[in-house]
């Protein structure tokens, strides 16, 4: 998720926790713990990492549990060593370090770019896939929660609204599984209908909301891809056939870039060749063309491919040009070919 609804759950859930005439210091310690993971991105900048590299590292080590769940209580540890209001209130403190640490990922694997939540073992990244990145039907029952907390300070107004914010997002993420479960529904008697019932697929929220559903299945020669609207839609849900260079992901899968990506986004990948470099398009982030990472692999050699440094392709702008077709399609159903 972004910086901004890690530090408000951070916050949230440290103030809630920690004793009331500490809530204010528990509010700040709460969003710089909640943002630590994300400093990876700063660890990483200066080691000069490929594009490929730099995203797979992210959300690596420093999001997963059996790296966060030490190091929080080595934190707590040292803290209360140091005495303060850690030594104060140990307990409460323990569990609001720990569970501010451990919420950040599981927060992050709620996303499709996915969350490598047991490193080191070599398991694809976690992408529960039931919110965007953004999303401020999440986010603002935290924020203004933290707000009236930090102005209320001890009184027991201040912990009702941590309560109501806290109960409000979370609700909120159990609505999301349950959209999440309708959508597949869907999907699955729409890919049963192709023939397709045992293909790897994945559905996503579109950007901001959980009311309409992005669903991606892989094909032999491609994929097919359609959104579901839970306010518009309700026959069944139509699926159209993209095409790609599936002959030539074939040849470079063994590429160590493309075999690094291939992990990480589970096989949701297209090629295409741009200009004699074969370009691998990320299906997960973005609609057809304009997906949010793509990366330049290989350049031909002949009749096949060798693999050269990759490189990754400029960000699609366009993409935020289309967001009020995304409106749109959320209130009226796709018209009919």
Known sequence: M?????????GALAAAIAPPQQRRAALLAGAALGTLPDLDSLVLLPLGLDPVDSMTWHRGPSHSLFVLVPLAALIWAAFKRLGGRVAESPVRWFWAIQLVLVTHPLLDALTVYGTQLWWPIPVSPTMWSTLFIIDLAYTLPLLLACVLAWRWRDSPGARRALALGLAL????????FAAKAQVDRAADQALAAM???????FSVPTPFNTLLWQVVAMTPDGYVSGQYSLVADDGPMRLYPQTFDVQAMAAVRRFPAVARLRWFNHGFMSAREVDG???????????EPDFTFRFTVAQRDGEGWRAVPPTQADW??????????????IWWPEPTP
Do not use: K
């Open 169 to 176: 997002s979370t609700a909120y993420l159990g609505w999301s």
């Open 277 to 287: 470099q074969l370009m691998l398009s990320d299906l997960r982030m973005g609609l």
């Open 195 to 201: 023939g397709l019932q045992d293909a790897p697929r």
């Open 2 to 10: 972004d910086s901004l609804t890690q530090i408000v759950l951070g």
């Open 316 to 329: 699609p702008t366009d993409a935020i040009r289309r967001l009020p077709e995304v409106w749109h399609r």
